[in-house]
């Protein structure tokens, strides 16, 4: 394995998109130097990217439930895995017996998505199921990796709720999350950028410019969100390296200090032993 030079705090190569070619893609993305932080969304695909963290070394894994498994309305619809588990049940024991493994480095992906909510008992599920993942994380002594969509005024006050919750605010952006930034950031919490960054149409360049360096994480959210200049395709690990082209252009610093800050930023955030 060459040296890190990158690591891609949030992809899924747990996911059913990589099953035809999965050590292929591990391979070229080790390689050429980019670890990863492979994130599960339910029980399937957090034993998976247990099992792929353990086979490889710069292969790292986090372990949760998201938010669109808390209700009844998501199976249906739901493109994370190709099985899920009860609806709205956390199952704790499981989940806690693999956050306790060494290559696990955070609980996650968990929050909050009211995008597609309509009903209030499904809003209440979420936050019920989100606080037992705080708690856990808590427990375990492991950051969250946090999803929030369309519901920041309550993921705040859930989080005012505990103490020494650390966390990185999961691909950084969408309606609520500027406006709550200075709010997260003065958590201590880290935000990590996709491949969105990179599209023409975005349009908070200016605010990427003015964030503190040593609290920017790059990811990928593989398979999904694919930067330029491969956009519409699959996304993979290895494309976090276009993320950091653009911060490097944004910020007027080289492609190499921007890796080192944002690498030794997910060291520290994961506490990763490299």
């Not at 290559?103 to 968990?110: N, S, T």
């Amino acid at each position: 394995m060459e040296k890190l030079k990158f690591i891609d705090a949030h992809s899924h190569l747990n996911f059913a998109a990589f099953d035809a070619d999965r050590e292929e893609v591990i391979e070229r993305t080790l390689g050429a130097g980019v670890g990863c932080v492979n994130i599960g969304t339910q029980k399937v695909t957090s034993q998976k990217a247990v099992e792929i963290a353990e086979r490889y070394d710069g292969m790292f894994a986090a372990v949760g439930m998201h938010p669109i498994h808390a209700g009844e309305h998501f199976h249906d619809t739901d493109e994370m895995s190709e099985e899920v588990e009860e609806a709205g049940v956390f199952d704790a024991d499981f989940y806690e017996n693999l956050a306790k493994k060494d290559k696990v480095v955070a609980v996650g992906e968990c929050g909050l998505d009211y995008f597609h909510v309509k009903k209030e008992e499904d809003k209440i599920k979420q936050q019920d199921i989100f606080r037992q993942q705080i708690e856990l994380s808590l427990r375990v002594k492991k950051p969250l990796v946090i999803h929030c969509r369309d519901a920041h005024e309550d993921l705040l006050h859930i989080l005012q709720e505990y103490s020494g919750v650390a966390a990185d605010m999961h691909f950084f952006g969408g309606a609520g999350s500027w406006e709550n930034v200075e709010k997260y950031l003065g958590l201590g919490f880290y935000l990590s950028f996709t491949g969105v960054i990179t599209f023409a149409k975005y349009s908070h360049y200016d605010d990427l410019r003015s964030l503190p360096l040593n609290r920017i994480l790059i990811e990928t959210d593989a398979p999904y969100a694919a930067p330029e200049p491969y956009r519409g395709k699959r996304n993979e690990p290895l494309y976090a390296i276009e993320v950091v082209k653009k911060i490097a252009e944004l910020r007027n610093l080289s492609l190499e200090k921007v890796a080192e800050i944002t690498t030794q930023n997910a060291i520290n955030f994961f506490n990763l032993s490299l």
